[in-house]
């Protein structure tokens, strides 16, 4: 078992590099960043953060090098298991680059590449999951039809719902939109269960389209023989669902133990058994084992 250490940095795929002040991902925001799961030293889901990012990146005219990219990426990770380092979150975040004077872009421009990984002893995506407490977000989320879904670098809005509170009360915040949809918690996406069903929250006008939420729609939840119905979600819905979960690449999917609401009520939910029934479809999926249908 490897020792949890202080993170590894390689900027442009150099070890310690230091980043420009004056790169666009810094002064604006300007980029795309992905959080992958180092599970059993290598990124399992790796190829659907990749088509995100590509896919991002293709539509804010970001310049991306696959090649060049996923050389830095297999150099990381050889560096991390001769390390022995075998668990961890891998952070990679893709920036325009160094250069203009205020907003408007450089003409000729190289992007930034940063990838940073944070050891730890966590097998989080296999581990069962614990139940979480979670908090209604006082902060908001606004609607932007072209930002929608993309892991782009301006997270304000869920930095200020994460500063909400400090202690260890709460484990997530569940955020809204500006029309008091339920759009997702402040690091991950949001299902419930219902009547045989799960329900995950429309993403064409705020939130993140996270790679753990594709997967359960794709993978898991076919292994379970369960629909997903993606539409808008209220939180009269949430709070009368059977079961609630939370789903990121970094910690595979949680049940929700209890929601308090803004009005200091708790809403409790005490049956996890189909969060659970994906938990263990997403450990037969990083296991290689088949559908199981
Ligand atoms: C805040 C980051 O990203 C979010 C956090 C997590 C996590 O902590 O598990 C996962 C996905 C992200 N939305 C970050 O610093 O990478």
Redesign the pocket.
């Known amino acids: 078992m490897s020792t949890p250490t202080s993170p590894l940095i390689w900027v442009n795929g150099e070890l310690d590099h230091q980043l420009s002040a004056l790169d666009r991902g810094l002064a604006y925001g300007d980029g795309l ?1 992905e ?1 992958c799961r180092l599970h059993n030293g290598r990124i399992p889901l790796w190829s659907r953060h990749l088509q995100r990012l590509l896919a991002s990146s293709a539509v804010f005219a970001i310049e991306l090098n696959t090649k060049q990219l996923e050389s830095w990426v297999d150099t990381a990770l050889a560096l991390l298991r001769e390390q022995n380092i075998r668990q961890g ?1 891998f ?1 990679l975040i893709l920036t325009r680059g160094v250069g203009g004077r205020g907003y408007q872009q450089p003409h000729r421009v190289a992007p930034t590449i940063v990838l940073m990984v944070q050891p730890d002893n966590l097998e989080l995506l296999t581990a069962r999951p614990t139940p979480a407490r979670l908090k209604v977000c006082r902060m908001r989320l606004g609607r932007n039809r072209v930002l929608a879904g993309h ?1 782009h670098l301006n ?1 304000l809005e ?1 930095v200020l719902a994460r500063a909400e509170w400090q202690d260890n009360t709460f484990d997530e915040g569940l955020m809204l939109d500006d029309r008091a949809n339920v759009i997702e918690a402040t ?2 996406n949001v299902f419930i269960y219902r009547k045989g069903c799960w329900h995950t929250p429309v993403l064409d006008e705020s939130g ?1 389209a ?1 790679v753990m939420r594709q997967l359960v729609l794709d993978e898991l939840a076919p292994r379970c023989g369960v629909r997903v119905n993606v539409a808008p979600l209220s939180l009269d819905a949430v709070y009368s669902a059977e079961e609630v979960m939370l789903c ?4 595979g999917v949680r049940p929700v133990a209890a929601i308090e609401d803004d009005a200091g009520t708790l809403h409790q939910f005490s049956h996890h058994n189909n969060v659970l029934r994906l938990s263990a479809a997403l450990s037969d999926f990083l296991q290689g084992k088949g559908s199981g249908q």
């Open positions: 960043f959080t979150t952070k892991k997270r869920n690091s991950h993140v996270g990121n690449s970094n910690r």
